[in-house]
């Protein structure tokens, strides 16, 4: 019996040229015997020279037969002319070693606010945000979902509220550099902002798409604390490493993603002043602490910093207390705010009542193709600043043209709930012929404020088309009347949240 290296074993050359042997680079035994004849008589520069056994296999398909072909060219036996070093994964390992312990409820780390034992004991319906588990509602007996986040909705409107915000993304920026890294980093200008205010911001990828959204607070006169959605913390403190150790190397700047270091609260609705002035140890009258300021001190016996600002359009405080007192602090709000009618609320009763402000939620209203122009803020976009991330790819044709889809509000003809990712049907058929879309809802839900079904959507010319009737297709095939409207649902004037 004779070894076999090459086949068919014993056809003329001439039939042999395009034998293969490494599948994965393509090396063919003419490659082999070519690097013996210019000199690579050694194993590892014929390797390295042609490429054998250096795809994701390391050779097992491959190696034996190109060392006997090599072997063969020079003249010798195999030992002599030696073999390669054979790396990982040479021997097959099981998909089981790959992944490891992330499998089952342990194939991702769950992140948990300081607060969340005391939401389980209390009944809470947990979702997933992100990495988070955040409660959804609180159902008490007998209740549906729907129905305790209706309650939750409307007794933070007439009464208080509290919501645990610890999710939120909190990243700081310190440096002598951070005002001009964030004036590349946010749409609008952020190294003007006075030290003990807030501002509104928003951030754009390289192409122009709105990637993210928060409140920027300034520290003091090189720290600023930025705000991001619960979700995008990471992702977003991983951008700006990425800028800086990539692009601004030499710009003096240093940022740390905090959030797990505080947990947050959210005190909402008209008798949120009065709940911090039962706990006592800071003036957070509207002179002392007015909308989009913050403040540092002691509250109820905790070092805390406060923030006035709101995402329901309620009278509403965000306080910030390390993570280790986040929970006695949630408790002690509760037993202050008992006469006062607190109660926790979840994310969708949050939905709800930032859909009824038509404030905007990244990956609610943006999906990677939407620019902050689709959804009426060009006030958030700096007309004086040279340059920023995302301004040039915004000058392209198609995120300039006037038929792009814009942000409105619907507001249902009968009253009822326009289904989730519903399309609004235009006239006509596209060419696969389906019924032609001019646009989609964005959210959608039952307001129990306003007693009827609303929405948020991006409709194209939507702003001028204001109290024109749509339809919107359903699941079932059927449609949904809804009139056209501006976003903002409740207290348009904003005076609630300015009390």
């Not at 015997?33 to 491959?62: C, F, I, N, P």
């Not at 009464?159 to 749409?187: E, Q």
């Not at 709930?417 to 006509?428: C, M, S």
Request: charged share 20%; hydrophobic share 40%.
């Amino acid at each position: 019996m004779e070894p076999a290296w090459m086949m068919p074993q014993g056809a003329p050359v001439a039939l042999r040229s395009k034998m293969w042997l490494d599948y994965q680079n393509d090396v063919k035994v003419s490659d082999v015997q070519l690097a013996a004849r210019e000199g690579y008589q050694s194993v590892e520069h014929a390797k390295r020279y042609t490429t054998l056994g250096m795809a994701t296999d390391q050779g097992k398909l491959s190696n034996i037969n190109g060392l006997a072909i090599l072997s063969e060219s020079l003249g010798e036996a195999i030992p002599a002319v030696g073999t390669t070093t054979f790396r990982p994964p040479y021997t097959p390992v099981t998909l089981g070693a790959l992944a490891g312990e992330a499998r089952g409820e342990i194939f991702q780390p769950l992140r948990k606010t300081p607060m969340h034992h005391w939401h389980e004991a209390n009944g809470a319906y947990f979702e997933p945000v992100g990495l988070w588990r955040r409660p959804y509602c609180f159902p008490r007996a007998g209740e549906t979902h729907e129905q305790a986040v209706h309650r939750e909705v409307l007794n933070t409107r007439d009464r208080l509220g509290l919501l645990d915000a610890s999710t939120l993304g909190k990243i700081v920026v310190k440096g002598p550099d951070a005002g001009r890294f964030l004036d590349m980093l946010y749409t609008g200008v952020m190294s003007s902002l006075p030290v003990g205010k807030c501002r509104y911001g928003l951030m754009c990828n390289e192409q122009g798409f709105l990637s993210d959204d928060g409140v920027v607070a300034r520290i003091d006169e090189e720290t600023w604390l930025c705000h991001t959605t619960s979700g995008g913390a990471d992702r977003i403190h991983a951008w700006m490493e990425d800028w800086l150790q990539c692009e601004w190397w030499d710009w003096q700047v240093y940022t740390a993603n905090v959030t797990e270091q505080y947990a947050q609260i959210a005190v909402v609705g008209p008798n949120a002043r009065k709940l911090l002035q039962v706990l006592g140890g800071m003036d957070v009258s509207k002179e002392a602490l007015p909308f989009m300021q913050w403040a540092d001190g002691t509250l109820g016996g905790f070092a805390a910093r406060i923030y006035r600002i709101s995402f329901s359009g309620e009278l509403s405080y965000e306080i910030a207390v390390p993570a280790s007192h986040g929970a006695a602090f949630w408790e002690a709000c509760h037993e202050a705010g008992a006469a006062l009618g607190a109660m926790p609320y979840g994310t969708e009763a949050l939905h709800v009542m930032r859909a009824e402000k038509g404030f905007i939620m990244i990956g609610d209203e943006t999906d990677g193709t939407v620019i902050p122009q689709d959804l009426g803020l060009d006030w958030a976009i700096s007309k004086k600043k040279a340059d920023y991330l995302g301004k040039r790819g915004r000058a392209r044709t198609y995120l300039a043209s006037p038929d792009r889809w814009k942000l409105v509000g619907f507001e249902t003809v009968d009253g009822s709930v326009i289904p989730d990712g519903a399309y609004i049907l235009a006239e006509g058929t596209n060419a696969n012929g389906q019924r032609a879309v001019q646009g989609r809802v964005t959210s959608t839900y039952y307001s129990p404020t306003l007693k009827r079904g609303i929405a948020m959507g991006l409709l194209r010319h939507g702003p001028d088309r204001m109290g024109e009737v749509v339809e919107c297709n359903t699941v079932a095939g059927g449609v949904v009347r809804a009139q056209v409207s501006a976003p903002v649902f409740y207290d348009k004037d904003g005076e609630k949240q300015n009390v």
